[in-house]
């Protein structure tokens, strides 16, 4: 018998209880998925260094497809799908998805289970698990598992909230609880009056509503379930996988010696962990802040203090919170200041999430700063990494 951990059981427990799928795309014409199947034949030869034609016969197992956007790209690319999907109200949409755009052969099975209750005769060169694998704990279940099916050489694909990117993520359920708190309305019509101005300057194929359930609603976009990249590379490492590559870059990009060198696998991982020490305001930013390691660890102390203070006002706003996150703040600021001089538009973020914080007594005044502040409107961190890693 396998005893299902906590967090995932309550995750899987909250999408059951909502009427809408938190990814679905709702593709009913052929240029609908032409459309996604370009965005992720980019991101994955780009970013990913994953071309396409690795997937040409690849043996594919999916974790949480949820509506099957995703598996739809990957069948076009030729893999033989193995989609692991608990939540049967997402079946009918794959099922449809697959006869619909003729890709039925591809669908190899659809198994009803969770990632900690899968198992198979069958192992597979590709394990893709996007969005929700975070929320598994303890990680050994899910890490171990991927172990277990995946052929050696075999890639594991995940994506996940990285704490570093979550700022801004973790202010926007903070402003709309308070705002929640004293209106009385409802997290759709309060997200609706604070970040639809927001939602509506960036391109997306889900809805607003999908968007509020998924992430501002989901009791699982927590600094307690995030990951900081450099403990899950270390993670991975010590049970038997390599990095491959990721988004953003985690490997060390500006290393440079011979080409017949081959480096120790715990020198590499060594090399990256200080590559990552150094790219916590790119992650908190979503732009190059490369830091020198001196100016790295007071840079890391201070987005942790912002990060956890900014969390906890989420659950009940506080003088002290709110002091410490404008501490952590000003050290970010004047680190900054010192070692990127020219770059005005992160300090400029920094400012607005001040001014944020000084408006959490007026929820008025706040609701009018969220919907027609600039910076705010364009400001998202990056809170989404993926990466992937190579079975040794």
Not at 47 to 70: C, I, T
Not at 233 to 261: E, I, N
Not at 359 to 371: G, H, I, S, T
């Amino acid at each position: 018998m396998t005893v299902k951990s906590p967090a995932s059981r309550s995750l899987y427990t909250y999408y059951l209880k909502q009427s809408l799928l938190p990814t679905y795309g709702s593709f009913s014409k052929s240029t609908d998925l032409e459309r996604h199947d370009a965005a992720r034949r980019a991101f994955f030869t780009e970013k990913l260094h994953l071309p396409p034609r690795l997937f040409r016969g690849a043996q594919v197992a999916e974790f949480g497809p949820d509506s099957g956007e995703n598996s739809l790209a990957f069948a076009r690319w030729g893999a033989s799908m193995t989609l692991v999907e608990p939540n049967p109200r997402s079946w009918p949409r794959i099922r449809d998805y697959f006869r619909i755009f003729r890709l039925e052969p591809n669908l190899r099975s659809l198994v009803r289970a969770d990632i900690e209750s899968f198992s198979s005769r069958r192992t597979f060169d590709i394990v893709d698990a996007e969005g929700f694998i975070y929320t598994v704990r303890p990680e050994s279940l899910w890490i171990n598992c991927f172990h277990r099916i995946l052929n050696q050489d075999g890639l594991s694909i995940i994506s996940y909230y990285e704490a570093a990117g979550a700022l801004m993520e973790l202010l926007l359920k903070a402003i709309l609880s308070r705002v929640k708190e004293t209106s009385g309305q409802t997290s759709r019509d309060a997200a609706r009056e604070l970040f639809e101005p927001k939602w509506d300057s960036i391109p997306h194929i889900r809805s607003f509503d999908s968007w509020v359930m998924d992430v501002l609603d989901n009791p699982f976009v927590r600094l307690r379930y995030f990951f900081r990249a450099g403990e899950l590379c270390t993670k991975m490492f010590r049970a038997g996988f390599d990095l491959y590559s990721s988004w953003p870059q985690y490997a060390d990009a500006l290393g440079v010696y011979c080409h017949k060198v081959r480096l120790p696998e715990q020198t590499l991982l060594a090399h990256h962990l200080d590559f990552i020490s150094r790219s916590s305001l790119s992650f908190l930013f979503a732009r190059r802040l490369f830091l020198p390691s001196s100016a790295a660890v007071v840079a890391s102390v201070a987005v942790s203090s912002a990060i956890s203070a900014i969390d906890g006002l989420i659950d009940r706003p506080s003088s002290p919170l709110l002091r410490r996150a404008i501490g952590a703040l000003d050290t970010i600021e004047k680190v900054l200041r010192t070692w990127h001089p020219s770059e005005k538009d992160p300090r400029s973020v920094v400012r607005c999430i001040r001014q944020i914080l000084a408006r959490f007594a007026q929820p008025e005044a706040l609701v009018r700063f969220c919907r027609t502040d600039e910076t705010f409107i364009r400001s998202w961190g990056m809170p989404t990494h993926f990466a992937v890693f190579r079975k040794r």
